[in-house]
């Protein structure tokens, strides 16, 4: 499974992005879709994931009520709607694929895409 993200930028805080990743090869509509982000200086850390199915989603408390994922399988695309971005969600975010349970060790990873959000 190949992964492309997209939709990155600089906004100011209170501002909103989506980013998509689109994703490629193999059976990738059966598999769980999600983004990790990684700030200068932390580790990378999970962020949202969606089941296959679509119906099942799951969001680190830091982003709940705030990023919204979604997933188009005609494109088979993932999308992360991030709305009152604050400058703490700086970082740069990867997708990911995972036949299971999306952790930091899944196999298939896109290249990231930098977001910025200043005060």
């Known amino acids: 499974v190949q992964l492309q993200a997209s939709g990155g930028g600089s906004v100011q805080s209170g501002g909103s992005l989506r980013l998509s990743c689109a994703a490629s090869?193999?059976?990738?509509?059966?598999?769980?879709m999600g983004w990790f982000r990684q700030a200068p200086g932390k580790e990378r850390e999970f962020v949202a994931a969606?089941?296959?199915?679509?119906?099942?989603?799951r969001y680190a408390d830091s982003v709940k009520g705030r990023f919204a994922i979604s997933r188009d399988y005609a494109k088979n695309t993932v999308y992360l709607q991030m709305n009152s971005l604050k400058p703490e969600d700086t970082a740069v975010y990867y997708c990911?694929?995972?036949?299971?349970?999306?952790?930091?060790?899944?196999?298939?990873w896109g290249q990231g895409t930098q977001v910025t959000v200043s005060s």
């Open positions: 090869g193999g059976t990738s509509t059966s598999y769980t």
């Open positions: 990911a694929a995972d036949r299971a349970v999306l952790t930091s060790k899944s196999d298939y």
């Open positions: 969606i089941a296959w199915t679509g119906i099942t989603t």
